[in-house]
C-alpha cells in the first residue's frame, strides 16, 4: 500500500529500464520499496477469500481480454490475471521491484505476460491497447493522480473497464486504524473526488489474516509508525487478523 501523498511532480517519457533507474515521476513507496519480502507476506495474507477479485470477475472479468496491472510491485498479482487473459503487462516505477517482477513472470513460465517499467502518469503503452487496467494501493489517491486519470483514459480501449483499489477509512477496524494514525486524511472527500469523475464504487470487508502472529506484526510495523504500531499490537497480544474496509473504484470507456 503506498500511504505517500500522490500530488504532482512533472513527468517525461521513459526509457526501457536498463541500468537500474526508476521511471520518471515515480512516487516512493514507505513500504514495499524498503521491505518486498515483509510486503509480500503482507500479500500472502491480504483478501485470502478473493472478495476483491470476484467482484471484479461479476462487473466485467478479464478472460481472453488484454489486461495491464499498475504499480504491479514484485508481480504479485500478475499470475491471477495470466491464468485467463489474452496477455498481461506489469507495469512498475521502482527497478529493483521490476527485477523481481520479471523474475516471477520467467519462473511461473507465463508466456502471455510481461513486465516494463513505466508509471500511472506514463506507462509507455499504446493509445487504446488494454481492455482492462488494475490498480491496487498504487499512486491513485484522489487529488494529485489527474495525470495517471489521463493515461488510463488515453490507454484504455472503449468498453474497457479501470479498476482501483484502495482502502475505505470510513469504517473496519483496519480504516480506524488509518483514520488514527493519518487524522488529516479526508476518506470522505477522497469518495467525492471519484464520484465527481465518474467512478462507481463497491463497498467490500476484507481481511488481513495470517497464520502466525510473528507475520501479522511484522506488516503491521510496515504500515504503520512505530509508536502507533505498538499500540495496536499492544491491545491484543494475540491477534493475527484485521477486518479490513476497501473501497473497489470502478468505471467503463
Not at 61 to 88: K, M, N, Y
Not at 232 to 250: E, M
Amino acid at each position: 500500500m503506498l500511504l505517500s501523498d500522490p500530488n504532482s511532480s512533472t513527468y517525461r517519457p521513459l526509457e526501457e529500464g536498463r541500468g537500474g533507474t526508476d521511471a520518471e515521476g515515480a512516487l516512493r513507496s514507505p513500504n514495499i520499496w524498503d521491505a518486498p519480502d515483509t510486503y509480500e507476506l503482507e500479500n500472502l495474507g491480504t483478501d485470502r477469500a478473493g472478495l476483491i477479485e470476484g467482484r471484479m470477475r461479476m462487473l466485467g472479468g478479464w478472460t481472453g481480454r488484454d489486461v495491464v496491472d499498475i504499480g504491479c510491485g514484485t508481480g504479485f498479482h500478475l499470475p491471477v490475471f495470466a491464468e485467463q487473459a489474452r496477455s498481461v503487462v506489469g507495469i512498475e516505477p521502482h527497478a529493483p521491484l521490476l527485477a523481481r517482477a520479471r523474475a516471477r513472470v520467467a519462473e511461473a513460465g507465463l508466456t502471455n505476460t510481461t513486465v516494463r517499467l513505466g508509471s500511472a502518469q506514463v506507462s509507455g503503452l499504446p493509445d487504446h491497447s488494454v481492455d482492462i487496467a488494475h490498480a491496487r494501493w498504487a499512486y491513485f489517491f484522489g487529488p494529485g493522480c489527474e495525470p495517471g486519470l489521463a493515461e488510463l483514459a488515453r490507454i484504455v480501449r472503449p468498453g474497457g473497464t479501470a479498476y482501483l483499489v484502495d482502502n475505505d477509512a470510513t469504517r473496519s477496524t483496519f480504516g480506524r486504524w488509518f483514520c488514527e494514525a493519518w487524522p488529516t486524511y479526508d476518506a470522505r472527500a477522497v469518495e467525492r473526488f471519484w464520484r465527481r469523475r465518474g467512478w462507481s464504487q463497491e463497498r467490500l470487508l476484507i481481511a488481513w489474516e495470517h497464520e502466525r502472529r510473528v507475520d501479522f506484526e511484522a506488516v503491521v510495523r510496515l504500515e504503520f509508525e512505530p509508536p502507533y504500531a505498538g499500540r495496536i499490537l499492544a491491545q491484543d497480544p494475540h491477534r493475527t487478523s484485521v477486518d479490513y474496509a476497501v473501497n473497489l473504484w470502478w468505471r467503463r470507456y
